[in-house]
């Protein structure tokens, strides 16, 4: 499992700034923004993009069989941030995150 060295910050559409620990991209196309730690147990808070946009929860070993492309850290700056819904992209912060 990868483990975040840095994080990005990101602008949702409504203004809320979130840091973006990892990236993941599943054999579905569904992509997963992790945007909280993950815990002992493996969850961690995001956002998916896939049937439907939404924030939830997840669990890292749960989706780790079916993730072809990861990144986190210094690899985040070579993403296009999230999109919500109706495909209207998110904004990058200026900001270069957050060192862990």
Do not use: C
């Not at 999230?82 to 495909?87: A, I, L, R, T, V």
């Amino acid at each position: 499992m990868l483990k975040a060295k840095t994080t990005r910050k990101v602008y949702d559409n409504a203004g809320n700034e979130w840091d973006v620990h990892g990236w993941y991209l599943l054999k579905n196309g569904w992509e997963y923004w992790q945007l909280e730690p993950v815990d002992a147990n493996g969850d961690m808070f995001g956002f998916v993009m896939g049937f439907a946009h939404e924030f939830g929860t997840f669990n890292i070993h749960e989706i780790e069989p079916h993730v072809v492309s990861a990144t986190e850290g210094g690899g985040l700056w070579d993403l296009a941030p999230p999109s919500d819904g109706d495909w209207v992209g998110w904004s990058w912060s200026d900001n270069e995150g957050e060192e862990l």
